[in-house]
């Protein structure tokens, strides 16, 4: 990356690709922020890019900048959705909750089953004082997505007040086993992957990982991935004829399942 960034230092993709970097390797970074910026600079009709920066502008706390951005993305293309809930997560984060408020109440009639805004919601609530409320709209959001970290982390928190002891327990347990999931995604994913990118067997767990997550579709994709260097891998073969037979798509299961026992 940085050999490519030298022999064409204004490549626009070498920028945002170098900015990703950063983002995945320590998080949110003045380096990212630096790169998104330069491209932006090169080509400013990049909103994909301009998305990148204000999340980076939120994940570093300045929000003031990812308030601006955000706008800016809204005004160029008011239903980026993506940046209507960006948008309220700044709002809050500012101390603007009625602002916040207005936009996610508007954001949900369109979207009621929305994660971030469901858990954007509880957090207004929470700061209100309003845990039963909160876990209303938490437990609706993890009715979409049962292993969501951040969802069942602030619901451990509101149940926790409740003293429901047999709850918390569970939820104990659930949030501890979605984190190790997570650890070895990251470690997967940053670590051993970087070392050998095409192997199969570690593309097969990183979608054995994301399955268990609930990740179906991303579980699909790296399935997909383990294929393309062992074309004969039985692990994602059977992943692959899971996923669609999950979809219904009985024609692509069992083209999968056709390569099963085949080498």
Known sequence: MRRWRRIDPNNIQALVCEGWFWEQAAGPTLEAEENYIRALELDPERDDIRFRLALTYLRLQNQKKAIR?????????????????GLATAYREVGQGEESRAILNDFLQE????????????????????????EEFLRKALKQ?????????????????????????????????????????????RVKLRAQPKDPDLRYQVGVLYEELGSET??????????????????????????????????????????????
Not at 126 to 132: I, N, P, S, T
Not at 231 to 251: C, F, I, M, S, T
Request: charged share 30%; net charge positive; with cysteine.
């Open 218 to 263: 991303q579980a699909s994709e790296w399935y997909v991935r383990a294929l393309q260097t062992d074309p004969h891998h039985q692990g994602a073969l059977k992943g692959l004829v899971r996923y669609h037979e999950k979809k219904g798509d009985n024609d692509k299961a069992e083209e999968f399942r056709a390569g099963l026992f085949k080498r």
């Open 69 to 85: 951005c955000f706008k800016e993305l809204l005004q160029r293309d008011p239903h980026n959705d993506a940046a209507r809930v």
């Open 111 to 134: 979207h009621p089953n929305s994660i971030p805004a469901l858990r954007q919601m509880a957090h207004l609530a929470v700061e209100e004082g309003k845990f039963a409320k909160a």
């Open 145 to 189: 997505e049962p292993n969501d970290y951040q969802t069942l982390h602030l619901l451990f928190s509101c149940v926790s007040r409740s003293g429901n002891k047999a709850e918390i327990r569970e939820l104990s347990r659930h949030l501890e086993r979605v984190r190790w999931v997570e650890r070895q995604l990251n470690d997967l994913i």
